[in-house]
């Protein structure tokens, strides 16, 4: 399968002073798709400006006519399956069914607090995960959906007229443990993962290429215990989180052997991070442009 190339695009900008700009530059740079994270506020950029993702995907959506677009990746720590299926069934239909919708567990950072809840316990956001991704499946394929579950209930919850793209917008689902792995067996038409996080301070590439290799392969072993051929899935890699970081943007030759060795690992697309000056994601634009138009030239 041919290898693709997409960005995430961090919600950071004002809309008309370069947010506009970066995904419309991204279409004409041809990416398969930009992404944005869902959160309320993200790391480094907390005490700065941080858009909402499903306004600046609608705002991207009305710009663009051919990207796809979706987020890396929306959880439950903020938000509800019901009032999140009718705002993706309005985005896809505003976008031409251009949506993917990038879902995982969510983790402890400020999402996990932001609403005044305390932190939950990885079980537990397990737990919600899969109640949270089996209530949106149903959501977004059914017409009308009661459901009471331990976390989470709808009651005749009407989502009329369902997806353009049927029977719905795809799951790419960001897992790396059991359960997770199992989420995307069964709900998902992509595999999202960023490695191994205990490498990323003192690991090395090749331990990260090993660790992604056990990812796959363990992914393979849990969609064929579901019965499902693990080919059926896009499998994703959101680069900057590896043991290499940045590096593979210095230089399109860095960045083709960064590809073509994940490429061999059976992942079907890469994503990597618009520039941003002065942080963890800075790269030269004009590096991040020949990478974007010229590196899957060097890998058929």
């Known amino acids: 399968m041919s290898l693709r190339l997409s960005t995430v695009i961090l919600p950071h900008r004002r809309w008309h002073e370069g947010g506009r700009a970066a995904w419309t530059r991204a279409e004409q740079l041809g990416f398969h798709a930009a992404y944005t994270y869902d959160h309320l506020s993200w790391r480094s950029f907390r005490d700065g400006p941080w858009f909402g993702a499903l306004p600046t995907l609608t705002a991207a959506a009305a710009a663009t006519g051919r990207l796809r677009l979706g987020t890396l990746v929306t959880s439950p720590n903020f938000r509800h399956p019901v ?4 705002e993706l069934i309005s985005l896809d239909d505003i976008s031409g069914g251009r949506i993917t919708l990038g879902i995982g567990a969510g983790g402890t950072g400020f999402d996990a607090t ?22 949106l499946h149903r959501l977004l394929t059914e017409d009308s959906v009661s459901y009471q579950g331990d976390f989470y209930s709808a009651h005749e ?18 897992a790396t443990g059991p359960r997770g792995l199992a989420l ?12 191994d996080p205990k490498l ?33 899935l896009d499998r994703i890699l959101l680069t900057g989180f590896t043991p290499d970081r940045n590096r593979p943007l ?31 994601f800075a790269a030269e634009e004009k590096v991040f442009e020949r990478i974007a138009m010229e590196a899957l030239a060097q890998l058929r």
Not at 83 to 86: D, G, I
Not at 116 to 135: T, Y
Not at 158 to 173: D, K, N, S, W, Y
Not at 225 to 231: F, K, L, Q
């Open 83 to 86: 009032t999140l299926a009718k």
């Open 114 to 135: 932001a609403l005044g809840q305390e932190p939950w316990i990885p079980r537990e956001r397990a737990d919600r995960f899969g109640e949270f991704v089996l209530l």
């Open 157 to 174: 919850a009407r989502t009329i007229p369902g997806c353009v793209q049927r029977p719905r917008l795809p799951f790419a689902v960001a």
């Open 184 to 195: 995307a067996a069964r709900y998902g038409q992509a595999w999202v993962t960023t490695g």
């Open 200 to 232: 990323y301070e003192n690991g090395t590439p090749e331990q990260s290429v090993q660790a992604l290799r056990r990812q796959a392969e363990k992914l393979a072993d849990v969609c064929a215990a579901n019965g499902r051929d693990v080919a059926e």
């Open 250 to 280: 210095r230089s399109l030759d860095a960045f083709v052997d960064f590809a073509g060795r994940h490429q061999e690992l059976g992942f079907t697309e890469i994503v990597i991070h618009w520039p941003i000056p002065d942080s963890d």
